[in-house]
């Protein structure tokens, strides 16, 4: 009997912790967000044949509509921008300033509330609407027009007013580099200006150089020329190493080899080193190279030849080893964002994209992969692709990677539909596994974004958009610089916040860039951007156009 009841209670017991194990996991309620701010609403939004249903008083009253119910005519009226609506319950119809328009679901009520579609109110009231995941937790934002954040930043600064329209390209070259030595405490930025002479010539119209300011004296100090570049494709990468002398890779394109020079002195950037050419004896020499320093002063460098993602290094002391060839395309084009960042574990993390071009490569017939690789060997060696990114994600556009303080790699890339870019990616690896969250920016475009984690884990992107459908992403009225800040809200969910750049120009050219976090050169309660404005250019290769590049400084 005892041997009996002992086993009637294990059977008992096992069922009871089986039926916890079973229990459904509640599903997190949907946040709505208005013009940045959490409403606080009686009745959540629900989900219904994959239409996002919304309590309408509850909506609109915390909007600052006025609401009348209509109990004779049993239907709801809001006034709000303008614009009235009537919803006869029990229809399918409503009423927008007295004109008849059909809706995609019948009026009704639930649990007490009137509910209609999300996209009702994008149609007719004027709103920007949109849904989205962060992790399973669905987020609904509504913005009255023109609605954004503004963060404030440091005053412009002008550095050049005869910079090519790609001085700033491209987002995946690090650029900027900050160093503090004996006290002085300096940035520097490299970029490429033009002389703006006609015919264009190949290593001679346009040049490289670095302007380097002080933040002591908060002047610029020196304005360096560094070499000419063959065309407007090759703009430079810069890094620093634990000695502080600065690297930096320019001129490529094509098949005209990179050049790479070191400063002279420690965080000064007016005496160079000779001009090394790297060339890498296959078809295409690297174009779009990023350089890194680890932290045993071995220098990094990874570049596309055109369907080939390439990596070089130099040891300490040492010369220049053979190229290595991280992958060759299964498609068609490597394209220019090959990216790059080295951990504090010395770890080499690449992410290269993979294209096929069925059309114009800026449009929804790019076909684009993105894979990943990672050395443990300070380069002699790198893992098997890892697919990061495809066609079942949606059509991909234009990439940036950084690591956190914790070697785990991020990447940005921006949606496209329609041919429209239309919100930015965070993917990133938590440790266990890869995650995926979109970010909206309240714009209709997004062309550029770029990625930088601080020394704290904080992330950081920056990216250009405008309020124009335009595949190109140049020069427009309304471009404008919007930064996304996110900190972690556990081990692995972040909290996103977007803001406009205030005080950044209008006409915003192409590729802003962002001061990156390397083994360096920490990121620490500031950072510096860098921007191009001016005119837009149709011959992209041989620009003459002399546009204006500007720095500003972000504390946080």
């Given at each position: 009997?005892?041997?009996f ?64 119910y ?8 809001a ?49 920007t ?21 503004e963060?404030?930043?440091g ?11 790609r001085s ?18 300096k ?21 490289t ?6 933040n ?22 810069l ?5 502080g002398?600065?690297h ?25 080193s000779e ?20 932290g045993e ?11 080939k993602a ?16 991280i ?37 929804d017939?790019a076909?684009?992969d ?22 079942k ?10 690591v ?6 991020h990447?940005?890339i ?32 997004i ?22 459908f335009?595949?190109s ?29 205030v ?8 590729l ?45």
């Amino acid at each position: 009997m005892n041997s009996f009841r002992k086993r009637l209670l294990i059977v008992m017991l096992s069922m009871l912790i089986l039926s916890y194990i079973n229990l459904p996991v509640e599903a997190k309620e949907p946040q709505v967000i208005f013009n940045g701010h959490v409403l606080i609403l009686e009745m959540q939004p629900i989900v219904e044949d994959d239409l996002v249903l919304v309590p309408f008083r509850d909506i609109f009253t915390a909007m600052g509509a006025n609401i009348n119910y209509d109990s004779k005519e049993n239907c709801v009226l809001a006034i709000f921008n303008g614009v009235s609506v009537k919803l006869p319950i029990g229809t399918s119809v409503a009423y927008v300033n007295d004109m008849l328009v059909n809706n995609s679901v019948s009026n009704r009520i639930i649990r007490g509330r009137t509910i209609i579609p999300l996209d009702f109110i994008s149609k007719y009231f004027g709103l920007t609407v949109w849904v989205t995941k962060n992790n399973e937790e669905l987020l609904i934002y509504i913005n009255t027009p023109g609605f954004y954040n503004e963060i404030s930043c440091g005053i412009p600064i002008l550095i050049s007013d005869i910079a090519t329209n790609r001085s700033t390209a491209y987002t995946m070259s690090n650029k900027i580099v900050t160093c503090e030595l004996g006290g002085v405490r300096k940035t520097h930025f490299a970029y490429s200006k033009n002389d703006g002479t006609e015919p264009y010539q190949e290593y001679k119209s346009i040049s490289t150089w670095i302007a380097t300011y002080n933040n002591v004296t908060r002047k610029i100090e020196s304005d360096t020329f560094i070499g000419y570049q063959f065309d407007n494709h090759g703009s430079p990468a810069l890094t620093i190493d634990k000695d502080g002398y600065l690297h930096i890779a320019y001129g490529p394109h094509g098949n005209a080899p990179l050049q790479y020079r070191r400063s002279l002195r420690p965080n000064d950037s007016t005496g160079w080193s000779e001009i090394e050419y790297i060339s890498t004896n296959l078809d295409y020499e690297i174009t779009y190279p990023i350089i890194k320093v680890d932290g045993e002063n071995n220098i990094h460098i990874v570049g596309s030849c055109y369907n080939k993602a390439v990596y070089i290094k130099k040891e300490t002391g040492g010369r220049w080893s053979q190229v290595r060839i991280i992958n060759s395309t299964t498609k068609e084009y490597s394209r220019y964002h090959v990216c790059m960042d080295i951990d504090r574990n010395n770890n080499i993390h690449i992410l290269v994209p993979d294209l096929r071009f069925d059309g114009d490569p800026d449009d929804d017939t790019a076909d684009m992969d993105l894979y990943y690789y990672k050395s443990g060997d300070r380069g002699e060696s790198f893992s098997k692709a890892l697919r990061v990114w495809g066609n079942k994600d949606g059509r991909g556009y234009y990439n940036t990677l950084a690591v956190d303080e914790q070697g785990n790699p991020h990447f940005t890339i921006i949606r496209r539909q329609s041919g429209k870019e239309k919100n930015i990616w965070h993917v990133y690896y938590d440790s266990k596994t890869w995650r995926k969250n979109a970010i909206q920016i309240p714009a209709k475009s997004i062309f550029e974004a770029k990625i930088m984690i601080d020394n704290k884990g904080k992330l950081f992107i920056i990216a250009q958009v405008s309020d124009e459908f335009k595949n190109s992403g140049w020069n427009h009225v309304s471009n404008q610089l919007f930064l996304v800040s996110a900190e972690k809200r556990n081990p692995v969910n972040y909290d996103y916040e977007v803001d406009r750049v205030v005080g950044s120009d209008p006409n915003v050219v192409w590729l802003p860039t962002i001061e990156e976090n390397q083994q360096h050169s920490e990121i620490k309660n500031s950072f510096w951007l860098m921007y191009n404005v001016g005119k837009e250019e149709a011959v992209p290769c041989a620009n003459l156009k002399q546009n204006k590049n500007y720095i500003m400084q972000i504390n946080y």
